[in-house]
């Protein structure tokens, strides 16, 4: 076992997630944001995502090579994808994510990207000694995937989870305008593409 970033013990150090480690052509957005303090501290403990630090999310193509879609309530139109397991590699967790969010079973091809973001606190808002907030990694790795078919199923109900509701799940010519992310997942897609 080893310790990460945050103190919690996990079974896969969290540099053995990075595909950086494996292909040498990964894109990659390097971001640091800052929140206020006390913000930082709030998804440290309540959100999945902020608190595991890994996010796997897939562009999954057809045989007829569109790309599958989901629109969900907290997010509006994005790519499936969603917050890796202790001890699960991420081509496991993007598989998962996107039969969960879509009904679509899809094999992971290889990562393409990886959208590395650290959240420090804002030195307006610093802690006081003692009650530091400590930088905090996120990343999420965007990986290629493949569908063997483009059935996606009739009844929405089952997609997602208690926290997000799918709204539509569809498989496009090309990603839509208002696409989570925007830019970044742009060039994401475009260098499945290529």
């Known amino acids: 076992m080893t310790d990460d970033a945050r ?6 150090d969290r540099h053995e997630r990075d595909p950086r480690r494996e292909y040498d052509d990964v894109i990659v957005n390097s971001v640091d944001t800052e929140r206020p ?27 007829s090579d569109r790309v599958l879609v989901v629109d969900l309530t907290d997010r509006g139109w994005a790519l499936p994808g969603g917050t890796a397991l202790p001890d699960e590699p991420l081509a ?16 992971a091809v290889r990562p393409h990207a990886i959208h590395d973001e650290t959240i420090r606190v804002a030195s ?29 199923p009739e009844d929405l ?25 925007g830019d970044w997942t742009e060039r994401v897609y475009e260098r499945v593409l290529s």
Request: net charge negative; aromatic share 4%.
């Open 124 to 152: 307006e808002s610093a802690a006081t000694a003692g009650d530091e907030v400590p930088p905090t990694p996120f990343r999420v790795v965007h990986f290629e995937l493949r569908a063997s078919t483009a059935s996606v």
């Open 37 to 63: 303090a006390e913000e930082l501290r709030t998804l440290r403990a309540e959100n999945e995502a902020i608190r595991e630090g890994w996010v796997a999310a897939g562009v999954v193509l057809d045989p």
């Open 7 to 12: 103190g919690a013990s996990t079974s896969i």
């Open 157 to 181: 109900a089952a997609l997602g989870d208690d926290d997000e509701t799918v709204r539509a799940v569809e498989w496009r010519e090309d990603l839509p305008a208002d696409i989570y992310g």
């Open 92 to 107: 496991a967790t993007v598989e998962r994510e996107v039969r969960e969010e879509t009904g679509v079973d899809a094999d």
